[in-house]
Nanobody, 120 residues
Framework: QVQLVESGGGLVQAGGSLRLSCARS????????MGWYRQAPGKQRELVAT???????NYADSVKGRFTISRDNAKKTVSLQMDSLKPEDTAVYYC??????????????WGQGTQVTVSA
């Protein structure tokens, strides 16, 4: 069974940096894309960044120029480098991996989330 575990969250002052990492386990046939999402209290979960299996990255306008998504296939991880953090970035951050199973059916896998808190 596929599992995703996020790490690297914590408390940081505005202007600081954090690096989130998502490690996967279990068998996955073919990964199509990976992403990071976040959810602040009282708000909908929103897309932060995605990266395709070919390495193409996309970002929400609110984080462009500040966040960088990357993946390491050998380590089976996807990371999110967050620089110049703002209080508005405070949220629970979730890792998502989309993949085909061995029956060629697409499925989204989610981690449990990691808290990021940015103080003013």
């Amino acid at each position: 069974q596929v599992q995703l575990v996020e790490s690297g969250g914590g408390l940081v002052q505005a202007g600081g940096s954090l690096r989130l990492s998502c490690a996967r386990s279990g068998s996955i046939f073919t990964i199509t894309d990976m992403g990071w999402y976040r959810q602040a209290p009282g708000k909908q979960r929103e897309l932060v960044a995605t990266i395709t299996s070919g390495g193409t990255a996309n970002y929400a306008d609110s984080v462009k120029g500040r966040f960088t998504i990357s993946r390491d296939n050998a380590k089976k991880t996807v990371s999110l480098q967050m620089d110049s953090l703002k209080p508005e970035d405070t949220a629970v951050y979730y890792c998502r991996v989309s993949a085909l199973n061995y029956s060629y059916q697409k499925h989204d896998y989610w981690g449990q989330g990691t808290q990021v808190t940015v103080s003013a």
